[in-house]
Nanobody
């Protein structure tokens, strides 16, 4: 059973919006800290946003005020609403879950987001 499946990526013009979804399997979704990371070509994977089991959120400075992370524990899903997209947001976006630290997280397969100028 695939633990995490992302969807919602695509091609959008600068200034546009996308909503990413990440569906998780298992009955303990609500206990995990969930997060979104991204990796652009030639760059390392970087933190975008996270949400704790009690809905405390954190954002990278580069997306603060434009992106919103949320979760629906009844549907085992975490979302990333992305507004005001910029070409520098272009990357593969990965959903992760962890009960410890991010380098021990489980990851999805990623979804491509491309923002044209």
């Amino acid at each position: 059973q695939v633990p995490l499946v992302e969807s919602g990526g695509g091609l959008v013009q600068a200034g546009g919006s996308l909503r990413l979804s990440c569906a998780a399997s298992g009955r303990t979704f609500g206990s995990y800290r969930m997060g979104w990371f991204r990796q652009a070509p030639g760059k390392e994977r970087e933190f975008v946003a996270s949400i704790s089991s009690n809905a405390v959120t954190y954002y990278a400075d580069s997306v603060k005020g434009r992106f919103t992370i949320s979760r629906d524990n009844a549907d085992n899903t975490v979302y990333l609403q992305m507004n005001g997209l910029k070409p520098e947001d272009t990357a593969v976006y990965y959903c992760g879950k962890t009960n410890t630290v991010w380098n021990r997280a489980s990851w999805g397969q990623g979804t491509q987001v491309t923002v044209s100028s």
